[in-house]
């Protein structure tokens, strides 16, 4: 396993893959690994001959200083947790912000269009164009041939494949499916904010997710929301934060779009404070 801190030795390690020609794998997260980081991990692993796992939090997708501040960060065991997948995957673990960005942490512009204008892009104005800022420059550094996402951020996905789409066509996009606890929870680096008593009631969100896709041809949609609302709020420090059908390539609301698509529910709900994002497809 190699452990790469700052930008210039990881050029040089890189210069040596490609000309090796190798296969670059890269899996981009920001640490506080789970289950769900891992399968992309592992994923990763099966199809490419040299894996980078990056762990950077990055501060300009953060539109909430408090969410950042907060973050969960847990280094020491995520490289414990890679290298029990294999001891030849490898680590870029920039040693501070100004190895990315220097002294200019503003966000790039990109054209992200609709999509950036809907769900989380509503709910965290800026966030999605941190990603793709903070992304880009992975891409253009590490060059690789195949990434790896996580479904449970599904509107990322679409985000990266608006970039890749407009600079990078020879990247192929990997989304591997969400991980879930045993009560149907998506794994996320923020579960960990959580109080042990909410934990174990959040499987209502995928509950509600399962339930709409049960429901949505049958019930009309102010009905279903009621019901979902209703549901969510039943428990203490649960707030439905959003629950939408959209098409899942264009993210137009079913019933605006011609409806032959394929939809997905969308959910946010504020847990203690803590935003938990799910979806499904339906
Ligand atoms: O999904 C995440 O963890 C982050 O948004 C990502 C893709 C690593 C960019 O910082």
């Not at 501060?59 to 997948?85: G, R, V």
């Not at 960005?101 to 941190?130: A, C, K, M």
């Not at 969100?205 to 949505?216: G, V």
Request: glycine share 6%.
């Amino acid at each position: 396993m190699q452990i790469v801190k700052n930008i210039i030795d990881l050029k040089n390690t890189l210069k040596s893959s490609k000309k090796e020609e190798k296969k670059i794998g890269l899996v981009p997260t920001m640490g506080s690994l789970h289950e769900g980081h891992l399968s992309l991990i592992k994923a990763a692993f099966k199809s490419c001959n040299e894996v980078w796992v990056t762990i950077f939090i990055n501060p300009t997708q953060f539109n909430d200083p408090k969410d950042f501040e907060s973050y969960p960060k847990d280094f020491e065991n995520d490289i414990k947790k890679i290298n029990s997948i294999s001891c030849n995957i490898n680590v870029f673990i920039p040693e501070s912000v100004n190895e990315i960005y220097q002294d200019n942490t503003n966000i790039d512009e990109f054209e992200l269009g609709f999509i950036n204008t809907v769900l989380e892009g509503i709910s965290r104005p800026g966030h999605f164009d941190g990603v793709a800022t903070i992304i880009n420059k992975l891409f253009e550094i590490f060059r690789p041939q195949v990434v790896f996402f996580g479904e449970k951020d599904f509107q990322q996905t679409l985000v990266i494949r608006t970039l890749i789409d407009g600079f990078f066509p020879n990247i192929i996009l990997v989304v591997c499916p969400t991980v879930r606890n045993k009560n149907g929870l998506a794994l996320s680096s923020r579960n960990k904010l959580l109080s042990a008593n909410s934990y174990k009631q959040c499987g209502i969100i995928f509950d509600c997710l399962l339930f709409a896709k049960e429901n949505y041809l049958k019930i009309d949609y102010p009905d279903l929301l009621r019901k979902i609302k209703s549901k969510i709020e039943k428990t203490n420090d649960f707030n439905l934060e959003y629950f939408e059908i959209r098409d899942e390539i264009t993210l137009e609301h079913f019933g605006k779009s011609n409806d032959k698509g394929r939809f997905r529910g969308f959910i946010c709900v504020k847990v203690e404070g803590v935003r938990l994002i799910d979806n499904l497809l339906f």
